[in-house]
């Protein structure tokens, strides 16, 4: 028998339904353990397991979600532990902008794999990010999107709403079979910007706005708003992490996009696409 049918997976506070998900795609059972918050703000956790290999599966978006992993490794202090985390929250701090600033990448790279044996995510926000690990494999969820895209419409431009996510956007078309491009500012004079896509014209077409991760919003509203009056038939807007901050949906749904879809690297009512699969078939690789 492999020594995948040994391991256990724990469902951590963040990831409940993905953590299931993956469970289910390795035929694995789910360790039972029990969460508390104290009315002071403090969590209590315990863990039912002996000795097991276990893949924990929590995604850091929150304080609360970074307290309640370090209590759950220090729980599974006994045990092989495989790190899961979809969403790698402190990513953005990648550098030193300014002396004496801490690098949050790198502090949160360095707690995990004390403990962890293996450390699993999904489209960290910078290549500038990865160098902090030593144990991390990365999932691209971008030829996921674009073979969920195939699947769900039908005639369609995908738009990279700046330069920076223009490869992602590339990878998620291959998998589309559609056009793509990405918004480009162009200075006309000192006092405006003119923002357009570089080659594609949107005019009548559905046309998708895809990024790695939606925070606030505003980047994805602007580009919508410059599509819709570009004369795009439908504009919808598509990512792999929905942090959603500050009302971020009501703002995207209000500004004309027409639906909001993502993965569930975070889980959202827009959950749409599932990352389980792919994540369960790199834990299946050997070592």
Known sequence: MSKIHYMKVLLGTSS?????????SLGLGILDCEYKKFPDGEFYVRVRAENDDVIVVQSLRSNDDVVVL????????????????????????????QEGESVSIRALARFVEGYADRVISVNLHSEESKR???????IDAMPIIGKWLKNNFDDFVLISPDYGSYERVRTSAK?????????EKKRIS???????????????????????IISTGGTIVTAGKILQEMG????YAVCVHAVFANFALNKLYQSGIREVVSTDTIEKI??????????????????
Not at 16 to 24: N, T, W, Y
Not at 175 to 183: H, I, M, P, T, V
């Open 16 to 24: 409940p339904q993905l953590g299931a998900r993956v469970a289910k």
């Open 70 to 97: 370090n209590l759950i490794f220090d729980a599974l202090e006994d045990c092989n532990i495989t790190a899961v985390i979809p969403y790698f929250g402190y990513a953005r701090q990648d550098k030193k902008f």
């Open 132 to 138: 902090y690990f030593n144990k991390l494999k990365e």
């Open 175 to 183: 998998y589309a079979s559609c056009e793509f491009d990405y918004l």
């Open 190 to 212: 000192a006092e405006k910007v003119e923002i357009t896509p570089k080659e594609v014209d949107v005019r009548d077409k559905v046309v998708i706005i895809l990024d790695d």
């Open 232 to 235: 795009a038939k439908e504009v």
């Open 270 to 287: 827009t959950s749409k696409i599932s990352v389980a699969e792919e994540i369960a078939r790199e834990i299946a690789k050997k070592e």
